[in-house]
């Protein structure tokens, strides 16, 4: 994570609140820990500190884009339902949740995809290369919509979700 704050800063420095430039500076990027029910900090199932915790880094303001790397597959289910409800919450219409990583498409993946599925589910049970559809009927029942799939490096993909 300090390394993303040291590349945001180093972009909002050079590309953001530029006389030529109509880039708005880029939020610090901060670390949630989610479950079904949302965010949560410090494990603590308190809501009101994981609303607290999101309106100390957002000033209360509902916000344009939320990132997700390589959380999905190696998390429990529950963390991406709260990823979604989350998102749901705090993004304004429109709003724009982007997750990466490797996922299934119809239940089937790559083999090397396949195989890190395998890996992870040796590790903990909970964890695993999730399927596509489940993901999107989460974002749905969260208010969101999948609007782009994009084919990456590695077997990934990057999913862009709208807040309906």
Same mark, same amino acid.
């Given at each position: 994570?300090?390394?993303? /704050?040291?590349?945001?800063?180093?972009?909002?420095? *050079?590309?953001? *609140?530029?006389?030529?430039?109509?880039?708005?500076? =880029?939020?610090?990027?901060?670390?949630?820990?989610?479950?079904?029910?949302?965010?949560?900090?410090?494990?603590?199932?308190?809501?009101?500190?994981?609303?607290?915790?999101?309106?100390?880094?957002?000033?209360?303001? @509902?916000?344009?884009?939320?990132?997700?790397? *390589?959380? =999905?597959?190696?998390?429990?289910?529950?963390?991406?339902?709260?990823?979604?409800?989350?998102?749901? !919450?705090?993004?304004?219409?429109?709003?724009?949740?982007?997750?990466?990583?490797?996922?299934?498409?119809?239940?089937?993946?790559?083999? @090397?995809?396949? @195989?890190? +599925?395998?890996?992870?589910?040796?590790?903990?049970?909970?964890?695993?290369?999730?399927?596509? !559809? /489940?993901?999107?009927?989460?974002?749905?029942?969260?208010?969101?919509?999948? +609007?782009?799939?994009?084919?990456?490096?590695? *077997?990934?993909?990057?999913?862009?979700?709208?807040?309906?």
């Amino acid at each position: 994570l300090s390394s993303l /704050k040291e590349r945001v800063a180093e972009f909002n420095e *050079n590309y953001c *609140n530029q006389n030529e430039s109509a880039l708005p500076p =880029i939020s610090q990027p901060f670390s949630l820990s989610l479950d079904e029910d949302g965010a949560m900090e410090d494990k603590s199932r308190d809501s009101a500190d994981a609303i607290t915790t999101i309106a100390k880094h957002t000033g209360g303001e @509902s916000l344009d884009l939320m990132i997700c790397i *390589n959380m =999905i597959h190696i998390s429990p289910w529950t963390a991406t339902i709260g990823l979604f409800k989350t998102a749901s !919450e705090y993004l304004h219409r429109d709003g724009i949740l982007m997750t990466y990583g490797p996922y299934k498409v119809n239940e089937t993946a790559v083999e @090397s995809n396949l @195989s890190f +599925d395998t890996n992870l589910k040796a590790r903990n049970e909970l964890w695993g290369v999730r399927d596509l !559809e /489940k993901v999107k009927e989460v974002a749905e029942e969260s208010g969101m919509v999948l +609007d782009e799939v994009v084919e990456m490096p590695a *077997n990934n993909l990057l999913l862009v979700f709208r807040k309906k």
